[in-house]
């Protein structure tokens, strides 16, 4: 198992021999270079999305029809993507469990908003979501962008993630100390690494104030 933050909230998971890409904003990522963009899509085998914000899906359709890889994501996004940019699409919803390739992900709630630009204002994109994302002897939890929620009790409680990937730069969703006060209340993670942060100057540029939080845990 293999993960690597692209910066933001994109991610590279490597896992059952599979390549996962999630929320790849791969052009105009700040956090990103140019010249590690093909070392990042390299191998990729599906593209996950969490909900339609542009620093999350705007490079999703365009990225599945390069790699030749099939989007994966809440239905009726993957329903318009489908038909508009004519890629292969898994669209499914809260709760629902799909098999990729021997990764076992399943959408969970998040609370957020959900929308992409369009030429009369924003366009709904189906709700927004996270995944706990299964393989190799772990669950991953890709928080997706969310705050503190009461449901975090029972996704802990049923799906024992040990891998907790959570969005903490704060302003558009909850920010390190309140992820921190998330994974202690709800979950029994191993491994806490945040997301969604330094991007921008309205977001956490460190995540000191997280391993503060986190009393007892390593710092690496």
Same mark, same amino acid.
């Given at each position: 198992?293999?993960?690597?933050?692209?910066?933001?909230?994109?991610?590279?998971?490597?896992?059952?021999g599979? @390549?996962?890409?999630?929320?790849?904003?791969?052009?105009?990522?700040?956090?990103?270079?140019?010249?590690?963009?093909?070392?990042?899509?390299?191998?990729?085998?599906?593209?996950?999305?969490? /909900?339609? /914000?542009?620093?999350?899906a705007?490079?999703?359709?365009?990225?599945?029809?390069?790699?030749?890889?099939?989007?994966?994501?809440?239905?009726?996004?993957?329903?318009?993507?489908?038909?508009?940019?004519?890629?292969?699409?898994?669209?499914?919803?809260?709760?629902?469990?799909?098999?990729?390739?021997? @990764?076992?992900?399943?959408?969970?709630?998040?609370?957020?908003?959900?929308?992409?630009?369009?030429?009369?204002?924003? @366009?709904y994109?189906?709700?927004?979501?996270?995944?706990?994302?299964?393989?190799?002897?772990?669950?991953?939890?890709?928080?997706?962008?969310t705050?503190?929620?009461?449901?975090?009790?029972?996704?802990?409680?049923?799906h024992?993630?040990?891998?907790?990937?959570?969005?903490?730069?704060?302003?558009?969703?909850?920010?390190?100390?309140?992820?921190?006060?998330?994974?202690?209340?709800?979950?029994?993670?191993?491994?806490?690494?945040?997301?969604?942060?330094?991007?921008?100057?309205?977001?956490?540029?460190?995540?000191?104030?997280?391993?503060?939080?986190?009393?007892?845990?390593?710092?690496?």
């Open positions: 198992m293999k993960i690597i933050w692209l910066g933001h909230a994109s991610l590279r998971i490597e896992l059952e599979q @390549v996962l890409l999630i929320d790849p904003w791969l052009d105009g990522n700040p956090m990103l270079p140019d010249d590690r963009y093909d070392e990042a899509t390299k191998g990729a085998t599906h593209v996950l999305i969490t /909900h339609g /914000h542009g620093d999350h705007s490079s999703g359709a365009e990225l599945c029809k390069t790699l030749g890889v099939p989007a994966v994501g809440i239905f009726d996004l993957m329903g318009y993507w489908e038909e508009k940019h004519g890629i292969d699409v898994v669209g499914f919803n809260k709760g629902g469990t799909v098999d990729l390739g021997g @990764v076992k992900v399943t959408m969970v709630n998040a609370t957020h908003s959900s929308s992409f630009s369009g030429e009369d204002g924003p @366009v994109a189906g709700h927004e979501s996270g995944y706990m994302i299964e393989g190799e002897g772990h669950v991953i939890y890709v928080s997706g962008d705050d503190i929620m009461a449901d975090m009790e029972w996704m802990g409680d049923l024992k993630p040990d891998i907790g990937i959570l969005c903490a730069g704060g302003h558009f969703t909850m920010d390190m100390k309140r992820a921190a006060y998330a994974a202690k209340r709800y979950f029994d993670f191993r491994t806490v690494i945040p997301y969604h942060y330094k991007t921008f100057g309205a977001l956490e540029q460190s995540a000191e104030a997280l391993a503060a939080g986190l009393p007892g845990r390593r710092n690496p």
